[in-house]
Nanobody
Framework: VQLQASGGGLVQAGGSLRLSCVASGRTFSRYAMGWFRQAPGKEREFVAAVTWAGDSTYSAESVKGRFTISRDNAKNTVYLQMNSLKPEDTAVYYC???????????????????WGQGTQVTVSS
């Protein structure tokens, strides 16, 4: 399984970015997907996740109401729409996929087995 994330960049506080992650190597639509982030000197943290059907999502409290995860199974792609960005959102963002098929959502980093290379998001104040 290969995951290729893109869409990061430098944006001012209050701005928006949309991250994309294209998956290959297996049937994308049968697996949940997630986004995590890691800021310098901090542990990797959960951001958002979506079920394999895209019918249910869950976001961390720190991004709820500002970030939206979605997926397009026809394009093997998961997205993270980030609005009202804050300087504390600055981090490397990773998309992730589990090895097990599960109709629900995974919240922990240990539940994910495949990781993209990460894309840098920098929010200036």
């Amino acid at each position: 399984v290969q995951l290729q994330a893109s869409g990061g960049g430098l944006v001012q506080a209050g701005g928006s970015l949309r991250l994309s992650c294209v998956a290959s190597g297996r049937t994308f639509s049968r697996y949940a997907m997630g986004w995590f982030r890691q800021a310098p000197g901090k542990e990797r943290e959960f951001v958002a996740a979506v079920t394999w059907a895209g019918d249910s999502t869950y976001s961390a409290e720190s991004v709820k109401g500002r970030f939206t995860i979605s997926r397009d199974n026809a394009k093997n792609t998961v997205y993270l729409q980030m609005n009202s960005l804050k300087p504390e959102d600055t981090a490397v963002y990773y998309c992730a996929a589990p090895s097990a098929m599960f109709s629900g959502i995974y919240y922990g980093a240990s539940d994910y087995d495949y990781w993209g290379q990460g894309t840098q998001v920098t929010v200036s104040s």
